[in-house]
């Protein structure tokens, strides 16, 4: 079945840096590939999400590439404010089948 | 339009127990999915419900279980609880049994201590 690896585990950035997480999966046939952010005493909220028949995905201050031959992909926060530190969550599937995902990472941005 | 509501959001069980939690989907919203959440094992799926059949289980033991309804509200159960069930239930809802290709919706969680 399939694994996706998260890394890193927390990351701690000064405001207004540039905060990249990236993840792996294993299987071949995943071809969905959303991110989460997670805050405090709520669910997992998607902030972005990508399908395998595209590269990369822009939104904002945030970005999304995925490499399929080397099976990952990565999150890019780019100006980090206070507001974005949470917890994210990467995940793949197929698109009929269910979420799996990554161990989370937990991000930090000091004013 | 409301969001994907889960009740109760905190429960305390004793152990042996059983409990119910509830989770109603995104109006229109016709699939439901249902995640543990814990620090040690992270987010683990559950089961999937869509047009009231389970269509996806994941690798859990046979205490826990579900259902949904013709309104496409669902519960889970959890029977004979044990002190590692406590952990943040999250129901997450899909336009239909293409999640991967709509997206999912969380809600806020159930939050189960079992003492």
């Known amino acids: 079945g399939e694994n996706v690896e998260q890394h890193p585990s927390t990351l701690s950035v000064q405001e207004g840096d540039s905060a990249v997480i990236k993840c792996t999966y294993s299987?071949?046939?995943?071809?969905?590939f959303p991110w989460y952010k997670q805050e405090l005493g709520k669910g997992p909220q998607l902030i972005i999400d990508?399908?395998?028949?595209?590269g990369e995905k822009k939104d904002q201050r945030i970005a999304v590439t995925l490499n399929k031959t080397a099976k990952h992909f990565s999150l890019h926060i780019t100006e980090t404010q206070p507001e974005d530190s949470a917890v994210y969550f990467c995940a793949a599937s197929m698109s009929t089948d269910k979420l799996i995902f990554g161990t989370g990472t937990r991000l930090q941005v000091f004013p | 339009k409301a969001g994907v509501t889960q009740t109760p959001r905190y429960l305390i069980k004793t152990r042996g127990q059983q409990v119910t939690l509830s989770c109603s989907p995104i109006s229109g919203h016709r699939s439901v999915s249902w995640y543990q959440q814990t620090p040690g094992q992270g987010l683990q799926f559950l089961f999937e419900?869509?047009?009231?059949?389970?269509?996806n289980k994941g690798n859990f033991p046979g205490r826990f279980s579900g259902r949904q309804f013709s309104n496409s509200r669902s519960e889970m159960n959890v029977s004979t609880l044990e002190l590692g069930d406590s952990a943040l239930y999250l129901c997450a809802s899909s336009l239909n049994s293409r999640g991967g290709l709509y997206g999912y919706t969380f809600g806020s969680g159930t939050r189960l201590t079992v003492v």
């Open positions: 990508i399908r395998s028949n595209v």
């Open positions: 419900y869509f047009s009231e059949t389970q269509r």
């Open positions: 299987d071949s046939a995943s071809n969905y």
